[in-house]
């Protein structure tokens, strides 16, 4: 019996991973039409009915040095609300969930502003550059390093929520 598990274990040790991050781009897909609705060609809230912190050295160390809006506080905290839900809704939480959460939230935003710019129409791909994206202010091989840093961030605190300790069988979903 134990060795008709294991093939099982396997696939979902592949399967599970890959399909969350499809979930998560899919959630980033729909989550930039509706920023791309509600900003439209301008970009980081700019044209938004919302208040504003230009500059203060705390966002240059925490918000890569753009400004604070209202829209950005609201929905950033928002969306971190939302990917929590499921552990309220089953009632458990470990180090590698909120790891887990933490990395699909830093992929979703990667993955969402992205998106924003290819789907936007007045963007595209060809201005995706830093002459026509001034709140990304440092850039890194052709991509702002906010990108570079959370994917890098995000992908290892993903690998993390799934690494199985030498050992030990496949962790339950709330171990």
């Given at each position: 019996?134990a060795s008709?598990?294991r ?5 979902s ?13 899919t959630?980033?897909f729909?989550f ?22 230009e ?5 240059d160390?925490?918000?890569?040095g753009?400004?604070?809006t209202g829209?950005h ?22 180090l ?5 959460i933490?990395?699909?939230l ?14 936007n129409?007045a963007?595209?791909?060809?201005r ?11 850039w890194f091989?052709?991509?702002?390093t ?6 890098l ?6 690998a ?16």
């Amino acid at each position: 019996m134990a060795s008709s598990t294991r093939p099982k274990q396997r696939l979902s040790a592949l399967l599970h991973p890959t399909l969350l991050l499809f979930a998560v781009a899919t959630v980033a897909f729909f989550f930039a039409h509706v920023e791309i609705e509600i900003e439209g060609p301008v970009g980081w809230a700019a044209s938004l009915p919302s208040w504003r912190i230009e500059s203060h050295w705390l966002l240059d160390i925490f918000w890569g040095g753009r400004p604070l809006t209202g829209y950005h506080a609201w929905v950033f905290s928002f969306m971190a609300l939302v990917f929590h839900l499921p552990l309220a809704l089953v009632g458990s939480w470990s180090l590698r969930l909120e790891a887990r959460i933490i990395g699909c939230l830093c992929l979703f935003w990667i993955c969402e502003d992205l998106l924003w710019f290819i789907l936007n129409p007045a963007f595209g791909w060809a201005r995706f550059v830093p002459a026509h994206v001034p709140w990304h202010k440092s850039w890194f091989a052709g991509l702002p390093t906010d990108y570079w840093t959370f994917t890098l961030v995000g992908g290892c605190l993903l690998a993390f929520s799934f690494w199985n300790r030498p050992g030990k069988a496949v962790s339950p979903p709330g171990a």
